[in-house]
């Protein structure tokens, strides 16, 4: 099964609002990463936090890591219909890179 | 190259028939991943590369599926008698570290189609 779980699946707001996804993980980790992509394609990577990290900030974007909750959060602040994407969250184990099954999320302009 | 280069960027084949699809990771980078997502589903775990060994097969879906990695570059992967769950989008990464401590940068995917 896979590493990370992403919660919600699919969010839809409007632009302007903020967004927040979760990601869930069962065993230890080294790092999380989050990732974008559009329409299907190819990944973008978006920011890398380590486990000995709590939050991490890069433009609108902020990542927190809850190791005693395995847990991950990226919240996307004054959203725009650009944002509008999958992502996904992914840890590495054993050298391993394992993603979720990705939030889906659209802005309405 | 400057980025991940996947080759073909589509494909249409018949049940049955081989196909091989093409992974370019971009120069330097040691560590090479291969992935399978379904239409609207995440990221499928395949196999993954550190130089041109693959310390983790566990992904494969069954023994009709190869990939082979030389020269520490091109990465190609193999479905035999492709069938119709084979249809997919393949995706490629490569990585600078091995642990994957750092970001992998993804090629655009092979859409592959078995009618």
């Known amino acids: 099964s896979q590493q990370g779980e992403e919660d919600p699946q699919a969010l839809s707001i409007q632009e302007g609002e903020n967004a927040t996804m979760n990601c869930s993980y069962k065993t230890s980790i080294n790092n999380l990463q989050w990732y974008r992509q559009n329409s299907g394609r190819g990944l973008v990577h978006l920011i890398l936090?380590?486990?000995?990290?709590r939050e991490k900030h890069s433009g609108r974007l902020r990542v927190t890591l809850d190791t005693s909750k395995k847990s991950s959060s990226l919240l996307i602040t004054a959203s725009r219909a650009a944002d509008t994407a999958s992502y996904f969250c992914a840890t590495t184990q054993g050298g391993k890179l394992i993603f979720g099954q990705g939030t889906e999320l659209s802005v309405k302009p | 190259g400057a980025g991940v280069s996947q080759s073909p960027s589509n494909k249409v084949t018949e049940k049955g028939k081989d196909v091989e699809l093409r992974c370019d990771p971009i120069?330097?980078?040691?560590?090479l991943y291969w992935y399978r997502q379904s239409l609207g589903q995440g990221l499928e775990f395949l196999i993954y590369f550190q130089g041109n060994s693959a310390p983790d097969k566990s992904g494969l879906p069954s023994d009709r599926f190869s990939a082979e990695r030389t020269g520490g570059s091109v990465s190609t992967l193999t479905i035999q008698r492709t069938q119709q769950e084979d249809s997919a989008v393949y995706l490629c990464a490569s990585s600078s570290h091995g642990q994957g401590v750092r970001e992998a940068f993804f090629g655009q995917g092979t859409r592959l189609t078995v009618v």
């Open positions: 936090i380590r486990s000995n990290e």
């Open positions: 120069s330097g980078h040691t560590a």
